[in-house]
């Protein structure tokens, strides 16, 4: 509404609200709400101005708008240099009816000449200006103001009466994109474009994608240098922030999820990785997250993106599904949203524990799938299975007999420890949330026993691995823990000794993490 009452009481439905008194002056106004806002001391936005108004100069422009800052109900305001519409929606309803053919041959050309255009990074030796000095840079405000009038015309033609003759809204808009040079094939354009990515691709979500896909199906230098970050005074910043955005803003809609999904899969697979936090997998797992989806998409549509993904990008089909699995101490991000397209549906599925948990079994069912022979991956397993439902659970262990039984001795061992030292750690807290139940730990008893090495090094090299080992009663503070570890590690050290004699004692110190610990047990 533009802090405006008079706006807001046009925006009501049942309103009876009177037409704005400014709409008298809809010829010099056409202008104005075209640009959406603009820098009167910006050289490169007067340009456009003057070429959107179709005036000799940008003064004969701005002459007949001054007057109108002073009603009551002013359409424009200007701070400083800035000129801006009050309410962007309210005026391209009111006066995007008046605009013809003339007007719009005039903003697409004015509009390809502003987007169209590389930011080259200073060089260097170049002598410092500000932004707004510099002769063939716009401003944000025209960028922003530009791109907004975009989205308007594709998305509020219907409430505005606003027609193209010879085509449609949003065919108008799509045929701007689609003529942006070098959109789907310099990846330093979409770089220049970052801020207005996301009002860009929910203006003309078809041609976004379009462009995207076209530079991912290349070299991976194609794209991949937008990813490069640039050192600020108090933190990095990049070009690829708005990419994401706009990928996240579409993905609300249930008809572009699946290409949103594989285009950041594809940029997943790039990624060379940096300070920020903000990756393509972290999109893509916020979008698709079981408990808290970043989407209008249903479950069942969900997990079809989620398996499509997985044989259609298998570099990283693994990382998806590792943040996808349940987790105790889990955490999400809201994601970008549309600012005025409308895609969520009559009856929006209602997220239950039940629903979840189908989810997190075929999650699983997926993990297990790609877990393979890769020793890392079934210890994220392991660690994660308390979080698992019972079904679920009994498949992960039937799952890791079979891996442990085809190993070596030596990955066979370093798995089996890495289950034992986690059966521990639940017997020390068995009151915490977390902590999987006894019944449970009795059926992962079972494989542990089954699987015990007789070697009596590396039985009871987990002593010296922690400081404070896990064992039984760790997690009442009523116990004295240490006491009782001490003990442990002395009957270790003593049965090793009188079994192996010194050599075993030597060849544990070259196993063990903290080897001084063996030490102060001796003494």
Same mark, same amino acid.
């Given at each position: 509404s533009g802090r405006s009452l008079a706006v807001l009481a046009r925006k009501i439905p049942s309103g009876t609200a009177l037409?704005?008194?400014w709409i008298h002056h809809s010829n010099e106004l056409l202008p104005a709400l075209l640009a959406g806002a603009w820098s009167a001391s910006t050289e490169?936005?007067?340009?456009?101005?003057?070429?959107?108004?179709?005036? *000799?100069?940008?003064?004969?422009?701005?002459?007949?708008?001054?007057?109108?800052?002073?009603?009551?109900d002013a359409p424009l305001d200007r701070v400083g240099d800035i000129w801006s519409m009050r309410s962007s929606v309210d005026a391209f309803v009111n006066l995007a009816y008046l605009l013809g053919s003339e007007h719009l041959t005039r903003f697409s050309q004015a509009a390809t000449n502003v987007f169209s255009k590389v930011s080259a990074p200073p060089k260097p030796e170049e002598v410092f200006r500000p932004t707004t000095h510099r002769p063939s840079t716009h401003s944000m405000w025209l960028r922003d103001g530009m791109m907004t009038t975009m989205l308007h015309m594709a998305v509020l033609h219907e409430q505005a009466n606003f027609v193209v003759t010879g085509s449609s809204p949003q065919e108008y808009v799509n045929s701007i994109v689609r003529n942006l040079p070098g959109l789907s094939s310099d990846y330093r354009l979409m770089a220049s474009l970052n801020?207005?990515?996301?009002?860009?691709?929910?203006?003309?979500?078809?041609?976004?994608?379009?462009?995207?896909? !076209?530079?991912?199906?290349?070299?991976?230098?194609?794209?991949?240098?937008?990813?490069?970050?640039q050192k600020g005074f108090l933190s990095s910043h990049s070009n690829y922030t708005g990419l994401l955005w706009a990928l996240e803003t579409l993905a609300w809609d249930p008809e572009y999820l699946l290409r949103v999904a594989l285009c950041l899969a594809r940029l997943t697979s790039i990624d060379?990785?940096? !300070?920020?936090?903000?990756?393509?997998?972290?999109?893509?797992?916020?979008i698709l997250l079981t408990w808290a989806p970043n989407t209008h998409a249903n479950a069942k549509q969900r997990l079809g993106v989620i398996s499509h993904i997985v044989k259609s990008v298998p570099a990283v089909a693994w990382q998806l599904i590792a943040k996808l699995l349940p987790s105790y101490h889990d955490m999400t991000s809201a994601t970008a949203k549309p600012k005025l397209r409308e895609c969520e549906p009559l009856e929006q599925e209602v997220i239950t524990y039940g629903?979840?948990?189908?989810?997190? *079994?075929?999650?699983?069912?997926?993990?297990?799938?790609?877990?393979?022979?890769?020793?890392? $991956?079934w210890e994220l397993l392991i660690s994660g299975m308390s979080q698992f439902q019972p079904e679920p659970f009994k498949k992960t262990l039937t799952a890791l007999e079979k891996y442990l039984e085809s190993?070596?001795?030596?990955?066979?061992?370093?798995?089996?420890?890495?289950? $034992?030292?986690?059966?521990?750690k639940h017997r020390a807290f068995p009151n915490s949330d977390w902590s999987l139940k006894e019944e449970f730990l009795l059926s992962v008893d079972q494989l542990i026993t089954r699987f015990q090495p007789t070697d009596l090094l590396l039985l009871n090299s987990w002593l010296f691995d922690d400081w404070m080992p896990d064992i039984p009663g760790k997690g009442d503070f009523t116990y004295d823990t240490s006491s009782e570890v001490e003990r442990l590690r002395t009957e270790a050290l003593v049965q090793i000794y009188s079994t192996l004699g010194a050599d075993g004692i030597v060849q544990l110190t070259k196993m063990v993490q903290l080897p001084h610990l063996m030490f102060a047990s001796i003494e």
């Open positions: 037409p704005p008194e490169a936005d007067k340009e456009v101005i003057k070429e959107i108004a179709g005036t *000799a100069s940008y003064d004969l422009f701005e002459a007949p708008i001054r007057p109108l800052l002073r009603l009551k801020d207005q990515l996301p009002l860009l691709a929910e203006a003309a979500p078809i041609p976004f994608l379009e462009a995207l896909e !076209s530079l991912l199906e290349g070299d991976k230098n194609s794209i991949q240098p937008i990813f490069e970050e060379p990785g940096g !300070s920020l936090t903000n990756r393509p997998i972290n999109s893509l797992r916020d629903l979840i948990w189908e989810q997190q *079994a075929v999650i699983v069912d997926l993990a297990l799938e790609l877990a393979g022979n890769e020793c890392s $991956r190993e070596t001795t030596e990955i066979r061992y370093k798995v089996w420890n890495f289950l $034992r030292k986690e059966v521990n």
